[in-house]
Structure formats: C-alpha cells, structure tokens
C-alpha cells in the first residue's frame, strides 16, 4: 500500500497530537519534585510515545528522532531512574515546546531548521547521564534496521543442520513434485518445520505459516506424524506435527523472508532452513537480507515484480493481493495530496452528526412557527407563500429522514454477537439450542443498536437458562433434543419490535407466584392473572432458578432488562404458554430526535399524540357511550368497546369539554395492540415535533413521554399513551379489582386487554 | 467469512490506521481504546485477532493478554502485540504474557498486512 | 415569543442591560472584589430575597407557561428557553403565599443549580448587593415546623431592608427527585 494512503489519516495524528501535547503540558506543569503521581508520569510518556508511534508512521524522521528523546528521559522518570527535580521539569516543558514545533513544521510540510531541537536534545541527555555530543548532531531516528528481527547470525549452524534434515525429508518421501534440477533465476528451499507441542497456546497457528511460504513461490508440503500420539493420548490443543516444505521459489525471495515467516516462533521450534540455488547463481542470502531490509518502512519492492514471476503464488488465495494492487495505480496516477483510492464512504465524527440532527430539529420548529404566523393570514391571499412552505415543509421531512439514516444501523451488528453467546449458554447448561434469527436487516438508530446488547443477552441467557427443558426432559415430553430460540426484529408503529422467543417450558407460573409471595413482592391471597403472574419476572430482586446458576441467576435479572430498556424509552412485555414457551416482545423507539405527532389541545393546553399511536379520531354520538359499572365510560368504537379516559380530569386541567359528544375522541393504540379513546377538545393538526428532553432539567412525568416546542414558542407535553392508560386505572375509573391494583400496582397490561372484551 | 481483528489502542492515529488498512485487506475491524474497552468488547463478539498495543491507560497491553489468555475460549486466539520498543526484553514479556507475536512500530501497511495474514490467515 | 421584555435591576446602578431582553450578568460579575459575593435580590410581596449571583444566569421578563399535570402549584410549569425546557417555580407559592397573579412586570429569575436549569418567578428584581460573609446573619432558629429552614442561607440588612437570602440548592430540591426506584410499573412508561 503507498505512503500516500496515510496521508488521509494526517489530520488525525495533528489532531490527536495536539490534545496529547495538552495532556503531556498540564502533567509536566503538574510535575513537581516530592509527590511525584505515577499515573500523571505514565499518561505524559505515553503521549509522548503515541506522538512518535504516528510520526513514524509518516515519516516525519526528526521529529521522531527528537520524540525518542523525550520519551527516553520520560522512561527514565517513569522507572524512576531520574529524580525528579525543578531543573528536569523545566526541561522536559520546553521538550514538550520544542515537540509541539516540530509538530507544526510537519503539518506545513516544511523543514525544521537545523539545529532546533540541539539545545533541547542536550539538555535531555544529561539528565540520562550521558556525555553530551557535539551540538547539531541530534540523534538519528531510531534505527529502524534495530526495529527488525535479526537473522542472519547463525547460518553456518543451520546449514550443517539442514542437510541432515534434507536427508530426513527425503527418507520420509521422495520429492516428487519439485525433482531435478533447479531452473534458472530460483533458488530451492527446504525448511524443516517441528514445532514445540505448545505452539498453539500463543495463538500460533502452522497452517497459515505453510500458507505463507506458500505464497512465496512453488510449494510442496510434507507432514510428519512421527510424534502423533495415540489417540488416547492425544490433547487437542497440543501439537504433534511437522512438516518439510520444499519451496522453489524466485531468486528474489531471500532468507529474510521465509524467516519473517517463523519471527513469532522460532524461539518456540526447531526450524531448519537450507538453500540450493543453480549453480552459475549463487546468491548468498546474507547479502540479500541486510540489502533489501534495511529501509524497513518502505513498501517492499521485491513483492510485485516477484508476483507475475511466480504464477503459482498467485492461485494461493491472499487477502493482501487486491487492495495494494488496486490502490496503487490510482494513487500514482493523480499524483495530488488526495490521491488515496476512491472511497465511497467517510468517517464522520459522531457530535457532527448529532449538531445536524438538532439543527434539523431547530429548523422544524422554525418551519412550524412560519406556518403557524400564515394560518393567521386571511385565506386565498400569499397563495406562493403557502406552496412554498409546503414545499419547505416537505423538504425538512426528507432532510430529517435523510439525517436519521445517517444515524441508523442494522440490527445485524448486535444480532450477529448472538450465536456465539448461544453457544457459550448451551454449553455452561448442557442444553441443546439453535439460534434462529430474522429480521437483521431492521435498521434503527445507532445509539439504540448501541443499548440493544446488553437486554439481549440477558434476554437470551435468561430463555436458554431458564425456558428450555435439558435435552432428555425434551425427548421425553416429545420434543426435539434441541431447544430453539427465535430472535427476530421488525418496525411496527414507528417503534423497532424485537421478540426472543423459546420452545421451552413456559413460565412456571405456580412457582413465580410462590416465590413472589416468599419475597414480600405479592400479598399472599391476592388473585392474579396469569399474565400478570408472567409479569412478576421483572420485579427487582426476583430470581425463578432453584440454583444460582452461572447464567441468569445472579440477583440481576429481567427487573435491570426492564429498567434499561426504559431508560431508552421503550417497553418489555412477556406472553408464556406452559409447556409450549415464552415469547419476551421489547419495543422501542426508532430514533430519540424527531417524531411525527398530533397536536390536540385540552382546555387552554396542548398536547402532542405520536402519530403512531393514533388509529382515529371521532366525535361519538350519545348513542356510542356507555357508562360502565357507574364508574368507567367505554365507547363503541369499530365495533368493539373501548375505555375512555379524560385528558383534563386525568391531567387536572380546567375549562376543558368533558362531554365526548361535544368534544373529540382520539382513538390510540399502545405497542401490544391495546385501544383507549381519549377525550380531548380539539384536534389541531398534524407536525413534526422535535423530542425535547423533561428531565434534563426537570424529572419524569407520568403520562408524558417528553415534550416539546411549537410553532409559537410554547411548550407542549408529548404524550405517553401506555402511561395515560396506566395513569387512568389508578384513579379510580376501571372496572379492574381494586385489590388487585392494591396488591400489584405494576401488573395492568393484561388487565387492560380482558376489559377489551364486550362486556 | 471475513476475520475480525480488533485493535486496542489508546491512539486514534493508530486505531484509525490499523483499521482503515485492515478494512481495506478485507478484514472487520473492531476498536478499543483500552485493555477493559477491548476486554469488554471481545466478551460479545467474535474476534479473531487481538492487535493491541502496549502502553495505555486502564489496562495495559500485558495485563490485556494475560487476561485474555486466563480465558479457556481465548487460549488460541492470536495476540499481536504492537511496540515501538526494539528491545527483546519486550517481546520476551510479551511472549511470557502469552502474545502470538508482535508488530514493530512504525510499521507500513504491507507489513501490518502480512503479519495479520501470517497469524489468522 | 415576544413578552421576553428588558428589566432593568431598579438598585444597582452597576447593572447592565444587553438589550436583547436579557440582564448582562457576565458584567455584573466583573464588578466584585475581595471576598464579598454578589447576591441578585428580588422581592415576592413585601420580601426581599437574595441568590447568589452565581447561580444566576439570566433575568428575564415572564412568558406564559405550559403547566404540567398533577404537580403542586408552585410548579408553575415549564417554559422554552432557546430551544431547552426548563420548570419555572413560583417563589409565592412556594412560601404559601398562593399563586402569582403573573403581569406582564413580573420576573422570572434563570438560575442554574447543579447540571440543571431552572427558573424562579418573583415580582421584581431590586438590587444587586455585594455582601460579605462576616455580614450574613444565621438564620433565626425557626420552628421547623413553620418554615424548612434548610433553604435558608442566611439573613442581611440593607439599609434598613431585610434580605433572606436563600440556598438555591434546597429550595426546590425535593421537586427534582426521580421516581425511577419504585417498580410501579410492568410496562414502564416512555421516558
């Protein structure tokens, strides 16, 4: 890959560079002889050193050279070899000075003048207790030879040992694809490969170093299984093989490159290497490797004309191969500071993005605001006003869109971390599970793909460690062996719907209300549905499993499921059927910025509905409402009945319609499916609204999700309909059992859905 | 499929650069600016090589391997240390710690490259 | 939008107006010295209470508030204040002097406690004093009964004006509790 690729990460090491400076400053002028904190000398040598790591990556040779010798001093502070004194921090400030210049001549792309750093240079060394060289000598960069592993000490010893191993090679099998005589222009390696059993514990893994001599040129590869165990003996994470590879590979391959493919071993392994070149060519590999590998960091020139060279090499699939190969033709061509390879994406910083999507927001209100000031113009009059505003209004809604996109993400990126957590749960609970999931595509915003993870997996251990039976209880009650649980997402209702769903047991309903009981978090007689039963899952501190288990059971449990899903605005809700599973559903929002509501207003107030809870709104003849058990007003509405609630008495708002003939019916539907008729004065119209936070300077309310500003500058509540319908229940307008509230105040929901029914 | 790396850094410069050229060779990437970022990140998704360097805040590069490698599922996985200490005695820690092998910085992307492949194919 | 109007503290001669409805309190900052601490005081009645300028971010005229359901009726409401929603407390209230019958004069006093922002209605600004701490007066030892003495900072004369001067912290402390901790329900609304 070219040099000039890096350029587009320049930027970044300035940026970064400057806030480390500032780091490594406020810990030097912190710095003082006496209490010296450690971490304070630690973060300053490793912004010094994280300085030198990205010069080096681009070349700026000086100002690494200089970095190194600030970074040595610090080393030094930091192993507490140098004291620290007054005169070492005035030092290592004006070090810290002459490295922010050396910084900013890189950035203009400019020389340092000669001798800048010189002072400096000297002062620092003598805190190291060295000589001080002549002026103007500032050290060389660190060698980057130094940097690379050295190699070619020990030939002689190898050869002798090679060519026993060359023998042991053939005794084991007679070369029969590379025979005869060496072509010219190549050289024929034999490396005789026998790992230490251990290998594979550091993460070492022998078939991509054969792979990789592979790419080197014509290859044949013989395993050993001379030291292979019997089975019974066998450990599967030791290592029993060896292998003798015969490489023919170009002229141009040298030593240097086959050992590179053994650096992280060779310690750890007996490797033999061993060369015949044609006779008239003898290329001494020594030679080869000081002359090609000394200028470390630039890109190897050996590796494309050695590739058309080597037609074998090229069927050995390589990552590598493509992007080096398509970048450079392109950078050389432009030739331009922007010369890296077309890119159809950008990186862009996440608070860019955010300060789009509250300046989109600012411009909603500002375009309902404009629209509000002409409703107040007489009609028929500004008729291109009016068309433009629409146009406008049309425009915000797609620059929001296209704004939220920005932000989204598919579920994938968390459903894709799922299987393998299955796995890890069937395996700490002996169980069989497949993982079957739908739905990855479902985009929503990122910081909601961000929170997802963590109520999943819990969600998930939770259905494998406590809905699934063990394999043998399966068999016996006729399932299959392996339980399934089903993750699946979908949008419904402008809300993202995420459902993990287990073929197991069900909730064990008589021991959840047993044990809710025993905990003090139920009156003992008090009669539940068994739903809400399913419900006292997500009490705090409630916890089903006989034994802890290494899974679920660890006091934490769906109550903190429940309570981080809330916290991002959304709802859990579970449905169980015994013997046949459960089915959690969790819903939540798709972005926390912008939603499309409708403005209603109740007495002098106004409210915002989400548009997604809105079925319709009607204005019910006296003939539709029904009072019910003298307590609770339903509605005939579509055919089914359907409670209603009063906005104002609920809220306390004065001068508001209480009669539903003469005011409106404002037909909404919560995520699980359930109706309420709310009964307000007036429908205003429909808008965006921009989310604007409550409790950022206030707290929460109930029945209100959020709020937000209208056109005119006022403040309107946004709604939260499953919150007025929970609100209703409590004050004492339902036909629900007050002792059940009393005793469960948390558990409606299903409550809720019975009243659905005709009465 | 495509292999993931992840790089633990506390240097952007170095994450981006890590990434950008690791993408561009056809790898995911994942990014952590610390041992318990990368500890954390690593206990929810697949990973199946560890670039991490060994200077940073919170927890060492080190610390990060050795706890890696105290993890039966993370006893194979390969460890690429990144340094800019030439000296042996790094690596010899590093390997001690259970690091596969290691990447000298500065390095060029040809390298990093190579030496991904050389570990995790 | 249009009732932000421009007051003018009516003691403080130090004061200065940045035209645009808002008191420049950045200027009025720069004027103390040594360790006295400027109070902004405003009266409520025939009281006059200080807050320690601060805490103080603003003074602005009033705008009609959204009231927000099933609070005590010293939570005034919440107003927009450039783009962000903060509650607006009303201080008569809040002693059991009922609600303001706001005008058009009255004053909302934008004070910023802790990570929050809030706004306190009173009749009228009066005076920016730079007091000392030696001339705070603890507070009287009141029945706790009568009056929660814990928002009360401390006492001073002006001339011949009593000045109460009040922790902003307290005041509305209770207000600002979330109610997160009771599992009240299955289904939690949207926050």
């Known amino acids: 890959m070219p040099v000039d690729d890096l350029s587009r990460f320049k930027q970044t090491y300035f940026d970064e560079s400057a806030e480390l400076l500032a780091v490594a400053e406020a810990g030097l002028l912190r710095l003082a002889p006496g209490g010296v904190d450690m971490d304070e000398v630690n973060a300053i040598f490793r912004a010094v050193h994280s300085i030198k790591g990205g010069g080096g990556a681009f070349g700026f040779g000086e100002l690494v050279a200089f970095a190194h010798e600030f970074e040595t001093v610090m080393d030094g502070v930091r192993n507490a070899d140098i004291p620290v004194t007054t005169g070492l921090v005035d030092t290592l400030i004006r070090a810290n000075d002459v490295l922010a210049q050396m910084l900013s001549y890189a950035a203009d792309g400019t020389e340092a003048p000669a001798g800048t750093t010189d002072d400096t240079v000297a002062a620092l060394r003598r805190f190291l207790g060295k000589a001080d060289p002549a002026p103007g000598a500032a050290a060389p960069p660190p060698e980057p030879a130094a940097l690379l592993p050295d190699d070619e000490d020990d030939e002689a010893g190898i050869f002798g040992d090679a060519l026993a191993a060359i023998q042991a090679a053939r005794d084991d099998r007679p070369a029969a694809a590379l025979p005869g005589a060496i072509p010219d222009g190549k050289v024929r390696w034999t490396i005789v490969f026998r790992p230490k059993a251990e290998l594979l514990l550091s993460g070492n893994e022998p078939t991509y170093m054969l792979r990789a001599l592979r790419r080197l040129g014509e290859a044949e590869i013989v395993c050993h299984l001379d030291r292979l165990p019997s089975l019974r003996d066998l450990d599967a994470e030791l290592l029993h093989l060896s292998w003798t590879v015969t490489l023919l590979a170009d002229?141009?391959?040298?030593?240097?490159?086959?050992?590179?493919?053994?650096?992280?071993?060779?310690?750890?392994?007996?490797?033999?290497?061993?060369?015949?070149?044609?006779?008239?060519?003898?290329?001494?590999?020594?030679?080869?490797?000081?002359?090609?590998?000394?200028?470390?960091?630039?890109?190897?020139?050996?590796?494309?004309?050695?590739?058309?060279?080597?037609?074998?090499?090229?069927?050995?699939?390589?990552?590598?191969?493509?992007?080096?190969?398509?970048?450079?033709?392109?950078?050389?061509?432009?030739?331009?500071?922007?010369?890296g390879p077309t890119t159809h994406t950008i990186r862009v910083d996440l608070d860019k993005i955010d300060r789009l999507v509250n300046m989109v927001g600012e411009m909603v209100i500002t375009q309902a605001m404009i629209a509000e000031h002409l409703r107040d113009l007489p009609p028929g009059q500004f008729q291109e006003l009016r068309e433009g505003l629409e146009g406008l209004a049309q425009h915000t809604r797609e620059l929001r869109e296209s704004v939220m996109s920005i932000r989204a993400q598919p579920v994938s990126s968390v459903f894709s971390r799922m299987p393998r957590l299955v796995r890890e749960c069937a395996a700490a609970t002996g169980k069989e599970v497949m993982l079957v999931t739908s739905g990855e595509t479902t985009e929503v915003d990122k910081t909601v793909v961000e929170n997802l993870v963590d109520p999943l997996t819990h969600m998930i251990r939770n259905s494998i460690d406590h809905g699934l039976e063990g394999p043998d209880e399966r068999e016996r009650i006729g399932k299959p062996r392996a339980g399934t649980v089903h993750l699946s997402a979908a949008h419904r209702s402008g809300r993202i719907v995420i459902e993990v769903t287990d073929d197991g047991r069900g909730i064990n309903r008589a021991k959840v209300l047993s044990k809710a009981i025993e905990k003090g978090l139920v009156q003992p007689g008090a009669?539940?549905?068994?739903?809400?039963?399913?419900?006292?899952?997500?009490?705090?501190?409630?916890?089903?499993?006989?034994?802890?288990?290494?899974?679920?059971?660890?006091?934490?449990?769906?109550?903190?499921?429940?309570?981080?899903?809330?916290?991002?605005?959304?709802?859990?809700?579970?449905?169980?059927?015994?013997?046949?599973?459960?089915?959690?559903?969790?819903?939540?929002?798709l972005t926390l910025a912008v939603l499309d509501g409708m403005v209603i207003s109740v007495g002098e107030e106004r409210f915002v509905l989400p548009l997604t809870n809105i079925v319709e709104s009607l204005r019910p003849k006296p003939a539709d409402l029904h009072g019910l058990v003298n307590k609770c007003d339903v509605m005939m509405a579509r055919g089914e009945y359907v409670r209603l609630v009063h906005l104002h008495r609920l809220f306390g708002i004065p001068r508001a319609i209480d009669d539903a003939t003469r005011g409106l019916v404002v037909l909404v539907e919560t995520e699980d499916g359930s109706r309420l008729g709310l009964v307000v004065d007036e429908v205003l119209g429909q808008q965006q609204v921009v989310i604007k936070s409550l409790e950022a300077n206030f707290r929460r309310l109930d029945g209100v999700a959020a709020a937000t500003i209208l056109g005119d500058g006022r403040v309107a509540l946004i709604l939260d309909v499953a919150g007025l319908r929970e609100m209703s229940r409590h004050s004492g307008t339902t036909t629900t059992a007050p002792t059940t509230t009393s005793a469960l105040p948390a558990l409606q929901d299903q409550a809720d859905q019975r009243q659905r029914q005709p009465v | 499929m495509k292999k993931t790396v992840m790089t633990v850094d506390d240097s952007r410069t170095m994450r981006d650069m890590v990434s950008f050229t690791l993408r561009g060779a056809g790898y995911d990437v994942v990014e952590a600016a610390d041992g318990q970022q990368a500890m954390s990140a690593i206990a929810t998704r697949k990973v199946d090589l560890v670039i991490t360097d060994l200077n940073m805040p919170v927890m060492d590069g080190l610390s990060l391997i050795r706890k890696l490698r105290a993890i039966p599922a993370h006893r194979t996985l390969p460890i690429l240390m990144l340094t800019t200490e030439a000296d042996d005695s790094k690596k010899a820690e590093g390997r001690a710690a259970g690091a596969t092998g290691w990447i000298v910085k500065p390095f060029n992307p040809d390298k990093l490259v190579s030496v991904v492949q050389k570990v995790c194919g | 939008m249009s009732s932000s109007t421009a007051i003018a503290p009516v003691g403080g001669s130090r004061s200065a107006s940045s035209g645009d409805g808002r008191t420049d309190l950045q200027a009025l900052n720069n004027a103390g010295n040594g360790t006295e601490e400027q109070y902004v005081t405003f009266t409520v009645g025939a009281e006059e209470y200080g807050v320690n300028i601060l805490a103080v971010r603003e003074i602005r005229g009033w705008t009609p508030e959204s009231r927000l359901p099933n609070l005590p009726d010293y939570v005034r409401g919440v107003i927009n204040l450039r783009g962000i929603i903060i509650p607006i407390f009303d201080l008569r209230a809040r002693f059991g002097g009922g609600m303001t019958q706001v005008t058009k004069r009255h004053v909302v006093v934008v004070m910023q406690v802790g990570e929050r922002t809030r706004g306190i209605l009173v009749d009228a600004i009066s005076d920016i004093l730079a007091i000392g701490p030696d001339a705070i007066k603890p507070p009287p030892d009141v029945d706790s009964g009568l009056i929660d003495a814990e928002y009360l900072s401390g006492l001073y004369t002006a001339d011949d004006r009593m000045v109460t001067l009040l922790n902003v912290d307290k005041l509305f402390a209770g207000e600002h509790v979330d109610h997160e901790a009771t599992p009240r329900a299955a289904l939690p609304e949207q926050t």
Not at chain 1, 548 to 570: A, E, T, Y
């Open chain 1, 251 to 339: 002229a141009g391959v040298d030593r240097a490159r086959i050992d590179d493919v053994f650096e992280f071993v060779a310690d750890d392994c007996d490797i033999r290497i061993s060369a015949e070149a044609p006779p008239p060519a003898v290329i001494p590999p020594a030679e080869a490797v000081s002359a090609n590998a000394a200028p470390a960091n630039l890109p190897e020139p050996a590796a494309p004309t050695a590739a058309p060279a080597a037609p074998p090499a090229a069927t050995t699939s390589s990552p590598s191969g493509p992007p080096p190969g398509g970048a450079k033709p392109k950078a050389n061509g432009n030739g331009g500071d922007h010369a």
């Open chain 1, 527 to 589: 009669s539940l549905s068994d739903e809400e039963i399913d419900h006292l899952i997500f009490l705090p501190g409630f916890s089903t499993a006989d034994q802890v288990s290494n899974l679920s059971g660890r006091g934490v449990g769906m109550d903190v499921v429940r309570r981080n899903i809330s916290s991002l605005g959304g709802r859990i809700g579970v449905y169980s059927a015994p013997g046949e599973g459960s089915r959690f559903v969790l819903s939540l929002p």
